[in-house]
Every structure is written in structure tokens, then in C-alpha cells.
């Protein structure tokens, strides 16, 4: 059964930082399309960035300019450094995976529906 497990989330101030980690548990090889979504309480399921097997990645406007995805397929991870947090960041972080056709979705609501892998997700609260 393939899992993906988040780490990493916590509670930071204003300005600070975090670095979320997603292992990949019963999966041979690695997934060519991951990303990382937020959800806070209240508001819709957000893609915050996304990265394919090539390397080529692309971030929610938001958090461009301050968050970085990356992934290390020798060790089956995924991760996100998230750098000058604000409040509006706190959310709950998904990691997600799926092949390759998904990171070709152009249509962000589409894709977000064609990612078939979920963790569970992992809290993250910015305080002001």
C-alpha cells in the first residue's frame, strides 16, 4: 500500500521558517509528478507548488519568491522549504503524488482532482 507521510509542520512566527518533509512508503521507483497543497480552515484546497520528474517546478503566486520545492528520488522524498511566513500561510500542507499526465494538466482545479496519492497532511500555523 503506497503512503505518503508528512513532516516538519509546527507553529512559527512571522518572518520564520519551516521546512516540510514527504517520504513515499511502498512505492517501487519514484512518482514523476509530486506537489505540495494547503488547506485552511474555511477556504478551498490550494496547490502550492508542484515538481516533476525533470525538475521543472511551479509555485502558487502567493509564495513565489519565498517558498522552494525539491525532491530527492534516491531517498523516495519530497520536500518544501517555506521561507518568510506569514499569518495567511497557516494551513494544513498535503503532500501529493501521481505520473507524469497529471504535472501535464494545464487546469489547476483538474489536476488537483487527478492527483490520485494523499498523505495526511501536516499543521502549519504563522502567528502575527
Known amino acids: 500500500q503506497v503512503q505518503l507521510v508528512e513532516s516538519g509542520g509546527g507553529s512559527v512566527q512571522a518572518g520564520g521558517s519551516l521546512r516540510l518533509s514527504c517520504g513515499v512508503r511502498?512505492?517501487?521507483?519514484?512518482?514523476?509528478?509530486m506537489a505540495w497543497f494547503r488547506q485552511a480552515s474555511g477556504k478551498e484546497r490550494e496547490e502550492v507548488a508542484i515538481i516533476d520528474n525533470d525538475g521543472a517546478t511551479n509555485y502558487a503566486d502567493s509564495v513565489k519568491g519565498r517558498f522552494t520545492i525539491s525532491r530527492d528520488n534516491a531517498k523516495s522524498s519530497l520536500y518544501l522549504q517555506m521561507n518568510s511566513l506569514k499569518p495567511e500561510d497557516t494551513a494544513k500542507y498535503y503532500c501529493?503524488?501521481?505520473?507524469?499526465?497529471?504535472?501535464?494538466?494545464?487546469?489547476?482545479?483538474?489536476?488537483?482532482?487527478?492527483?490520485?496519492?494523499w498523505g495526511q497532511g501536516t499543521h502549519v500555523t504563522v502567528s502575527s
Open positions: 511502498g512505492y517501487s521507483g519514484s512518482f514523476d509528478c
Open positions: 501529493v503524488a501521481d505520473s507524469m499526465w497529471v504535472c501535464k494538466t494545464t487546469n489547476r482545479a483538474l489536476r488537483a482532482q487527478r492527483f490520485g496519492y
